[in-house]
Nanobody, 125 residues
Framework: QVQLVESGGGLVQAGGSLRLSCAVSGRTFSTYPMGWFRQAPGKEREFVASTTWSGSSREYADSVKGRFTISRDNAKNTVYLQMNSLKPEDTAVYYC??????????????????WGQGTQVTVSS
């Protein structure tokens, strides 16, 4: 059984930075793509970023491109999301997820079968 535990969320002023971490235990971590998604109140869950197992290919939502960076440390079974220049519209619960298939990473939430419990990010104006 795979467990994903996010941390690093909190309250930050607009323009600030946060670094989210997602620790993965259970099945082999390093061979699967990983992703970050977020869900704001009253909205559907949306894709934020994803990375292949090697980290050589990364995808970003247009809304975060240039501000957020996804990375992973396979030795530590951990994936990160560095968030800079945060905006109030980035306020949401952020989830990490493990894709169920090998290869390229997906922007679709249905491609991910294992999810963390989420961590709240609140950006004040």
């Amino acid at each position: 059984q795979v467990q994903l535990v996010e941390s690093g969320g909190g309250l930050v002023q607009a323009g600030g930075s946060l670094r989210l971490s997602c620790a993965v235990s259970g099945r082999t971590f390093s061979t699967y793509p990983m992703g970050w998604f977020r869900q704001a109140p009253g909205k559907e869950r949306e894709f934020v970023a994803s990375t292949t197992w090697s980290g050589s290919s990364r995808e970003y939502a247009d809304s975060v491109k240039g501000r957020f960076t996804i990375s992973r440390d396979n030795a530590k079974n951990t994936v990160y999301l560095q968030m800079n220049s945060l905006k109030p519209e980035d306020t949401a619960v952020y989830y990490c997820a493990r894709q169920s298939t090998y290869g390229s990473s997906s922007r679709l939430s249905r491609a991910y079968t294992d999810w963390g419990q989420g961590t709240q990010v609140t950006v004040s104006s």
